[in-house]
């Protein structure tokens, strides 16, 4: 048993018990009066004892059951409570998680994850100590209450108002996003006062006192996670060595599920008409899935159905007991004829096996495919016929070769945007060379753009070969480069900081990459291809295929007509580009929720952003549409997907362990997190109950 507020009771009980006794001491001053008898008042005046002292206490059932009311009453406000407390002035991290996984309804109830972690954390909430009315020895507990998915934002900072935290707590919103608890964890740790290092010159001068960097002071943290364990970036999470972390596991750890992971369009090279829509799935079940795919085009039909065997997700034989079974996966592609653009849905019909499949936010997938059209592309060399003769069979719109000095002509009479793509071999303008290019999509082979659009030229190197490559970019997913021999490499440097990413790396240096500014995008290849052998592998054509078509539907004509990047993850800024002369736009959201006003740049762009919610969204405004855009009642819209495809949140099974940087946390409840019994209202009713009974004896003339 602990007592909330001990000081205040013995206060009151120090000046209330001594005063009702004292009362009983007291006895009445009466006027003398001759009177016959006064056999008929001895019974009337028993009761009436009171304030002139003082008279013997004798016994008398009123004072007891008066300091029996007094007593629980007392009792009531010392605050007593059953289970065990800290001495109070903890400082607690209350961090939801709000992300995708936590939407799942694995809970007999089929309440999600997210309501079960806000009931646990409200009732740990309950159980921080409040500060005595009176002060006292034991200070008020703290909290700031932070929701994180892929970002985290603190709803209420540390405060013992507890009716602030919970409100801050429900107030939480699911969202379909990627759980990461890194900035969650950062923005816990920024709370804190840096550490302050003194300096004092040994000659006696003025001492200085500055903040050091990294470092951190102040009380320990009491960390409280309230998850299902599907988190990334646990490595980067190191408490202080006094700082305590408990996890707070929500879900089932034999928890299965049925998702949509993966879905892309893409369009014939020969006939641009044909599309081909890719759908991957995922299985965490223990069993064979059967799972219908249905494909609509643009709401108002079905264009397919088809049934997909998905096997059975796998434990390897030599695994430790408890290790989690390997998801599955399998895929299913669907072909037809559309030139016009359209919207695609994608849904997953998973029976009605409840238990097989609790998260129903990655069955649905949507793509905007932009209507068929063919790239124009302009080579700029010194004379190159692998680069021209591989270009010449590709399905384009337009390939003109250029000389250098055509070129700076072209872009001097304003006609460099009638291209989609320019291919720069061996040469560059003097604007991309030194670093600041023009808005457009290039592919330079055999040169190096200077920082910060590009990176540092090392100069030539010997012979070489690809080491390694990406297997998911998109202009390298279909290509092999393991027969990809330099005689003469290019080493360069990736600055720190560059927002270049590495496509392909030899054993020295990137071998292929891409770069990127707010207008501009390229693809590198900074060795001469003539000095290796892949003009004469067919992947060398595949990889020019890939690239421009990665390039020019990113490219400003493609932005005109309605821009090609329509497709988004949670957590991702949604980002476009409208017409020219638009000076303002609407958002929609999904799901009929309010929408946002945008303010376009002078450029068009516009910006909205990070994504919280799986769905279509359109933005709207007024003006003349593009070719891929909608005309609605004079207004334009133009679509965006917004997918979830994350096969780790899709993986909903709970974790028992979270390893986090210098320790390994288990989880501490699978159910109720522990309350605190308050007594104090069950000692008012019971001093409520004997006072009615006082009342009770008083008007009976009841005596003992």
């Keep these: 048993m602990t007592w909330g507020a001990p000081l205040l009771a013995g206060v009151a009980a120090a000046i209330a018990i001594p005063a009702l006794v004292i009362l009983y001491f007291l006895k009445l001053r009466r006027r003398t009066v001759e009177v016959s008898t006064t056999l008929l008042w001895k019974k009337a005046i028993q009761d009436l004892q009171a304030n002139a002292p003082f008279q013997k206490l004798r016994k008398n059932i009123l004072l007891l059951l008066q300091l029996l009311v007094l007593g629980a009453v007392l009792l009531a406000l010392a605050q007593p409570r059953s289970t065990a407390e800290s001495l109070g002035g903890r400082r607690l991290v209350l961090m939801i998680d709000r992300s995708a996984s936590m939407s799942s309804t694995d809970d007999a109830t089929l309440r999600s994850r997210l309501e079960l972690a806000k009931e646990q954390t409200l009732e740990q909430i309950a159980q921080m100590q409040q500060a005595e009315i009176f002060g006292g020895s034991a200070k008020a507990d703290e909290a700031m209450v932070i929701a994180f998915?892929?970002?985290?934002?603190?709803?209420?900072?540390?405060?013992?108002?507890?009716?602030?935290?919970?409100?801050?707590?429900?107030?939480?919103?699911?969202?379909?996003?990627?759980?990461?608890?890194v900035d969650a964890f950062k923005l816990a740790q920024a709370q804190r006062p840096r550490k302050t290092i003194t300096d004092t010159p040994?000659?006696?001068?003025?001492?200085?006192?500055?903040?050091?960097?990294?470092?951190?002071?102040?009380?320990?943290l009491e960390f409280h996670l309230f998850s299902d364990g599907?988190?990334?970036?646990?490595?980067?999470?190191?408490?202080?060595?006094?700082?305590?972390f408990e996890y707070h596991a929500v879900g089932s750890p034999t928890a299965t599920n049925i998702a949509l992971i993966g879905l892309r369009a893409e369009r014939g090279y020969e006939d641009p008409t044909k599309v081909s829509i890719y759908v991957g799935l995922q299985s965490t079940d223990t069993i064979v899935r059967n799972v219908d795919v249905e494909l609509g085009i643009d709401g108002v039909g079905v264009a397919g159905i088809k049934t997909v065997p998905v096997p059975a997700a796998?434990?390897?034989?030599?695994?430790?007991?408890?290790?989690?079974?390997?998801?599955?996966?399998?895929?299913?592609?669907?072909?037809?004829?559309?030139?016009?653009?359209?919207?695609?849905?994608?849904?997953?019909?998973?029976?009605?096996?409840?238990?097989?499949?609790?998260?129903?936010?990655?069955?649905?997938?949507?793509?905007?495919?932009?209507?068929?059209?063919?790239?124009?592309?302009?080579?700029?060399?010194?004379?190159?016929?692998?680069?021209?003769?591989?270009?010449?069979?590709?399905?384009?719109?337009?390939?003109?070769?250029?000389?250098?000095?055509?070129?700076e002509s072209l872009v001097a009479d304003g006609r460099a945007d009638r291209y989609d793509v320019f291919v720069?071999?061996?040469?560059?303008?003097?604007?991309?060379?030194?670093?600041?290019?023009?808005?457009?999509?290039?592919?330079?082979?055999?040169?190096?753009?200077?920082?910060?659009?590009?990176?540092?030229?090392?100069?030539?190197?010997?012979?070489?070969?690809i080491l390694d490559w990406s297997r998911t970019h998109p202009v390298m997913r279909d290509l092999s480069l393991d027969a990809l021999r330099l005689a003469q490499g290019r080493a360069v440097r990736v600055p720190e900081g560059s927002s270049a990413v590495v496509l392909a790396q030899t054993p020295d240096s990137p071998a292929i990459l891409e770069l990127g500014s707010a207008d501009a995008r390229a693809i590198l290849v900074p060795f001469d291809v003539a000095q290796s052998n892949w003009p004469f592998d067919v992947g060398f054509v595949v990889f020019l295929a890939s690239a421009?078509?990665?390039?020019?539907?990113?490219?400003?004509?493609?932005?005109?007509?309605?821009?090609?990047?329509?497709?988004?993850?949670?957590?991702?800024?949604?980002?476009?580009?409208?017409?020219?002369?638009?000076?303002s736009?609407?958002?929609?959201?999904?799901?009929?929720?309010?929408?946002?006003?945008?303010?376009?740049?002078?450029?068009?762009?516009?910006?909205?952003?990070?994504?919280?919610?799986?769905?279509?969204?359109?933005?709207?405004?007024?003006?003349?549409?593009?070719?891929?855009?909608?005309?609605?009642?004079?207004?334009?819209?133009?679509?965006?997907?917004?997918?979830?495809?994350?096969?780790?949140?899709?993986?909903?099974?709970?974790?028992?362990?979270?390893?986090?940087?210098?320790?390994?946390?288990?989880?501490t409840s699978q159910g109720r997190a522990r309350t605190l019994r308050e007594h104090w209202p069950w000692l008012l009713l019971a001093a409520l109950a004997v006072m009615m009974l006082e009342w009770y004896v008083y008007n009976r003339k009841v005596h003992v």
């Design 149 to 181: 998915d892929a970002n985290a934002e603190i709803l209420a900072q540390f405060t013992s108002d507890q009716a602030a935290l919970r409100a801050a707590v429900e107030s939480i919103t699911p969202t379909d996003g990627p759980s990461a608890m």
């Design 202 to 220: 040994a000659e006696g001068g003025p001492t200085t006192s500055i903040e050091a960097e990294g470092l951190t002071s102040g009380p320990p």
């Design 230 to 244: 599907r988190v990334a970036g646990l490595d980067e999470v190191d408490p202080r060595e006094d700082d305590s």
């Design 314 to 407: 796998t434990t390897p034989v030599a695994a430790p007991e408890g290790t989690r079974p390997t998801p599955s996966q399998s895929g299913v592609v669907f072909e037809l004829t559309r030139p016009q653009g359209f919207l695609a849905t994608v849904s997953l019909r998973t029976g009605d096996n409840v238990a097989g499949d609790v998260l129903r936010a990655d069955n649905l997938g949507w793509l905007v495919v932009p209507p068929a059209r063919q790239s124009s592309v302009a080579v700029v060399t010194r004379g190159n016929l692998f680069i021209t003769t591989a270009l010449a069979g590709l399905p384009l719109a337009r390939l003109d070769t250029l000389s250098p000095a055509e070129y």
């Design 424 to 465: 720069f071999d061996g040469y560059l303008p003097e604007s991309i060379a030194s670093g600041n290019p023009p808005p457009g999509r290039y592919l330079i082979l055999n040169a190096v753009p200077a920082p910060p659009f590009g990176v540092e030229d090392l100069g030539a190197t010997g012979p070489s070969a």
């Design 548 to 583: 421009l078509d990665y390039l020019a539907l990113d490219s400003a004509a493609a932005i005109e007509m309605g821009g090609s990047q329509r497709q988004f993850l949670p957590g991702q800024v949604l980002t476009t580009r409208l017409p020219a002369g638009t000076d």
């Design 585 to 667: 736009a609407r958002l929609l959201p999904p799901e009929g929720a309010d929408s946002v006003e945008l303010a376009p740049a002078p450029d068009g762009s516009v910006a909205y952003g990070p994504l919280r919610r799986t769905g279509v969204y359109r933005v709207r405004w007024q003006g003349k549409p593009g070719p891929s855009d909608v005309d609605e009642n004079g207004r334009a819209s133009r679509i965006f997907a917004v997918n979830m495809l994350d096969p780790n949140e899709s993986d909903v099974a709970t974790a028992q362990e979270l390893p986090l940087a210098s320790r390994i946390t288990t989880a």
